[in-house]
C-alpha cells in the first residue's frame, strides 16, 4: 500500500496567489516526480528528483518550481499563480531497483485558478 | 526516449476476460515494462511489470512478446471496478528519466 500523501486535495485561489503544494511519502525513496493533468489527457511530467538537492525539469514546461531539502518531501511552488496554471498536480515516488522501480502516487492536488 | 502505442479504448463485458494491447517497438534490452491503471478521480495504481518473461499477480497477467516489441495486459474477469485507463509505460532503472512517459493509455469500459 502506498504511502504517499499530497495536501490539499482541492484548492480554488485568485490569480496572482502563491501556492505551494505538498508532497510527502514514507518509504524512503529516492526518487519523487510531479505530474501534471488535464481533465481526460495525458499525464506529463513536470518535475523530478533523485535524492536530496537535486531537481529537474520534465518533458513538459512549467512555471512551477520545486525543492528536495529532505528525502520525504517534494513540495512545489506556483509564484503567482495563473487561470492557465488550472489542472490536476499528482505527485509519485519510486524506490529504485529494489523495489523494481514502482511508481507510488498520491491522491493528487486538483488546482482551480480564479 | 522509448515511447508507447495503445488504443485509445476497448469495450468489454463483466465477468469477460480482456485483453489490453501495447506496442513498444523501440524498446531497449534494459527497459522494464510497466502497468498502471487510473480510477477516476484518483491519481495511476500500479498493476504489474515485466523485462521478458510472461508475469501473473493477483490483478492481471502481463505478456510479452518474444521479440519484447509489445506486450499484453490480461484482465482475467473484468469487473465493473477494472473501468480505468490503463497505462503501459517503459522504465530504465538506470535512471533516464525520460522513459516515464505516460501516453494517453486505454480507456477500458466495462459493461454490466
Known amino acids: 500500500e502506498a504511502d504517499i500523501y499530497q495536501t490539499p486535495r482541492y484548492l480554488v485561489i485568485g490569480t496572482g496567489k502563491k501556492i505551494t503544494l505538498e508532497c510527502s511519502q514514507t518509504?524512503?525513496?529516492?526518487?519523487m516526480y510531479w505530474y501534471q493533468q488535464d481533465p481526460g489527457m495525458e499525464l506529463h511530467l513536470i518535475h523530478y528528483?533523485?535524492?536530496?538537492?537535486?531537481?529537474e525539469k520534465g518533458d513538459l514546461s512549467s512555471e512551477s518550481t520545486v525543492s528536495r531539502i529532505r528525502t520525504e518531501h517534494f513540495p512545489l511552488t506556483l509564484e503567482s499563480a495563473r487561470p492557465s496554471h488550472t489542472s490536476q498536480y499528482l505527485c509519485?515516488?519510486?524506490?529504485?531497483?529494489?523495489?523494481?522501480?514502482?511508481?507510488?502516487f498520491g491522491s493528487g492536488t486538483q488546482l482551480s485558478v480564479l | 526516449d522509448a515511447k508507447t502505442t495503445q488504443p485509445n479504448s476497448m469495450e468489454s463485458n463483466e465477468e469477460e476476460p480482456v485483453h489490453l494491447p501495447c506496442n513498444h517497438s523501440?524498446?531497449?534490452?534494459?527497459?522494464?515494462i510497466h502497468w498502471y491503471r487510473q480510477l477516476p478521480s484518483q491519481g495511476p495504481e500500479y498493476v504489474i511489470h515485466?523485462?521478458?518473461s510472461n508475469v501473473n499477480n493477483r490483478m492481471a497477467s502481463l505478456a510479452i512478446a518474444e521479440d519484447r516489441k509489445s506486450s499484453t495486459l490480461i484482465l482475467h474477469r473484468a469487473t465493473l471496478r477494472d473501468a480505468a485507463v490503463y497505462y503501459c509505460i517503459l522504465m530504465n532503472y538506470g535512471g533516464s528519466q525520460g522513459n516515464l512517459i505516460f501516453g494517453k493509455g486505454t480507456k477500458l469500459s466495462v459493461k454490466p
Open positions: 523501440t524498446i531497449s534490452g534494459t527497459d522494464y
Open positions: 528528483s533523485y535524492g536530496v538537492n537535486s531537481t
Open positions: 518509504m524512503g525513496h529516492d526518487k
Open positions: 515485466g523485462l521478458t
Open positions: 509519485a515516488s519510486s524506490g529504485g531497483f529494489r523495489a523494481q522501480g514502482k511508481l507510488f
